[in-house]
Each structure stands twice: as C-alpha cells, then as structure tokens.
C-alpha cells in the first residue's frame, strides 16, 4: 500500500483560522499599545513644559537673562531680558522646546506645543496667558493638553509667574 504522508485540507483550514485569530487578537493588542505609549509620551511632553518653566523662571531670580531658542523654527540662541512679558515669554519657551525636538507624538509632522490663539489637535499642549505683565502678580501661564479626541477630556495645568508651583488636573 502506498501512504501519502502529509496533512488533509481540513487540518489546514483550522490551522489557517488559528492563526487568523491570533492575529488579530495581537493587531488589536499592539493598536491599544501604541495608543497608550502615545498619551504617555504627551504627558510626558507637558511635565516636560511645565519643568522648563520653572527652571527658566528660577534663572530668572540668578541673573536678567534667559537664552532661548526664541525664533519658531530657528536654533538661534537669544538672549531674553527676564522683565518680557508673560505673552511673549510663553511665546519663546514654546518655540525654544519645539526648536528642541519635541513633536505631537500623534503626528509628527506637528509640534508638541501651541500657543497665540492657534488650533490645536490630539498630543498637543496648547500654551495660554492671563495678565500679560513680569510685574503683575496674578499673571499666569495655562496649559490644556489633549490626549484623545474628546475635548471634554484634557489635561489642565496651570501656575502663576511670581510662583513657581503649578498643578496638574485630569
């Protein structure tokens, strides 16, 4: 008799339809991680504004300058007189950290952070001010970073210039 080694048809199509299913079951798994590892990096981009902040405003306290990359687009340093106002300052720190490399970690085509009444999208920071003035005391920097689509669903921050403490709400 001759026997034909080999498998049938039947154990193919289960074999095929396994890995069909594993398959699957890890696309959607890697798609929850990517997604995951992206929120993580935007909030990471925002402790990373919100340290800058503090510690140019501590070298504010050492000396008159600061030096920032301040020009968008450009990796010029100048020198910025600590007495700028709040507006333009956010301004700078924004272009010197984008200047730096920081991108929306959902579209690298974008920065990781706004400001001057520009739109903003998913992995962004967008860079607010209120009271324009080194001298004024409630003068602030805000911060709202959206990590989904839902605008409901951000992260606030915010501190006030002459105090370097900030908080941070989900």
Same mark, same amino acid.
């Given at each position: 008799? =001759? ?95 984008? =200047? ?35 001298t004024n005391p409630n003068a602030n920097w805000w911060f709202r970073t959206k990590i989904n689509d839902d605008n409901n669903q951000m992260i606030q921050s915010s501190f006030f210039r =002459? ?8």
């Amino acid at each position: 008799m =001759n026997f034909k080694k080999g498998f049938t048809l039947i154990e193919l199509l289960v074999v095929i339809a396994i890995l069909g299913i594993l398959s699957t079951i890890g696309v959607v798994a890697y798609n929850n991680y990517t997604t995951s590892a992206k929120i993580t990096v935007t909030k990471n981009n925002l402790y990373s504004l919100l340290q800058f902040y503090e510690e140019q405003l501590a070298l504010c306290k050492l000396s008159q300058n600061i030096e920032l990359m301040s020009d968008e687009n450009n990796q010029k340093i100048n020198k910025i007189p600590c007495s700028t106002g709040s507006g333009y300052l956010s301004h700078y720190v924004v272009n010197h950290l984008n =200047n730096s490399g920081y991108k929306n970690p959902f579209n690298q085509d974008q920065p990781a952070f706004v400001t001057k009444g520009r739109p903003y999208s998913k992995g962004q920071t967008y860079n607010g001010v209120g009271g324009n003035s080194n001298t004024n005391p409630n003068a602030n920097w805000w911060f709202r970073t959206k990590i989904n689509d839902d605008n409901n669903q951000m992260i606030q921050s915010s501190f006030f210039r =002459n105090e370097i403490k900030y908080e941070i709400r989900d």
